[in-house]
């Protein structure tokens, strides 16, 4: 079964770094997001993607956050200078459709990103 | 704004039925989402329910919508200690020309031999 994959698993960096997040969304999927789940709190929606333009982001999505799909199957989440409360699992998930008709969102199994 | 709230604990034994209770606030959802979380994974759809439908099954699950109280929830029949997980309520909403998904905290559902 097709399945949205996520590099790496697990990163640590010091803050002020760059990190970038990787994601390889189903292939036939049309439309990409990234959310993010810091310890004991909800999930949160970051960021939509379709069309090789952002789609829809929340207020968390600000200037350090960047995302891009340099080619026809990665989709990649960046964090230019990273803080220590950008310490989080990040999942990115894909779907087939966006606004109408089949858009159940697939998740990939997370990023846990530790900021120290 | 948008808020999703869910009961953040529950506890069974094997065989019994289990159910999780969610209510959302966005009346204008169109889908409603149950996802499981298993300890160290990620975030497995279960399965969802169209705004204009009562009730869905799907094998041990069901999945009731009151959509005049906004009321959600996800009935498993016959509880295994392998659905112990925590079980995420979503609502599907409008998000530009997409949609994003707006969740609850999470139930954790202990299920015990």
């Known amino acids: 079964e097709p399945e949205v994959t996520q590099t790496p698993s697990h990163q640590v960096t010091q803050m002020g770094q760059e990190v970038i997040l990787r994601c390889v969304p189903i292939?036939?999927?049309?439309?990409f997001y990234w959310y993010r789940q810091i310890l004991g709190q909800k999930v949160e929606f970051l960021v939509s993607?379709?069309?090789?333009?952002?789609?829809?982001k929340s207020e968390i999505f600000d200037d350090q956050f960047s995302v891009e799909r340099p080619d026809g199957s990665n989709f990649t989440l960046k964090i230019r200078s990273t803080k220590l409360e950008d310490s989080a699992m990040y999942f990115c998930?894909?779907?087939?459709?966006?606004?109408?008709?089949?858009?159940?969102?697939?998740f990939g199994p997370g990023t846990r990103l530790t900021v120290t | 704004g948008e808020d999703v709230e869910q009961s953040l604990f529950l506890s069974v034994r094997e065989g019994d039925s289990s159910v999780i209770n969610c209510t959302y606030t966005?009346?204008?959802?169109?889908?409603l989402y149950w996802y499981k979380q298993e300890p160290g994974a990620g975030l497995q759809l279960l399965t969802y329910?169209?705004?204009n439908m009562d009730m869905k099954q799907d094998q041990r699950l069901t999945v009731l919508l009151n959509k005049k109280d906004k009321h959600l929830s996800l009935r498993i029949a016959d509880t295994q200690t392998g659905d112990s997980a925590i079980y995420f309520c979503?609502?599907?909403?409008?998000?530009?020309?997409?949609?994003?998904?707006?969740w609850g905290l999470g139930t954790s559902l202990a299920v015990n031999p």
């Open positions: 998930a894909s779907s087939l459709s966006g606004g109408t008709g089949d858009y159940e969102q697939y």
């Open positions: 292939s036939n999927h049309l439309y």
């Open positions: 993607f379709y069309n090789n333009e952002i789609s829809e």
């Open positions: 966005d009346s204008s959802s169109t889908y």
């Open positions: 329910i169209f705004s």
């Open positions: 979503a609502e599907s909403i409008s998000a530009g020309n997409n949609r994003k998904l707006i």
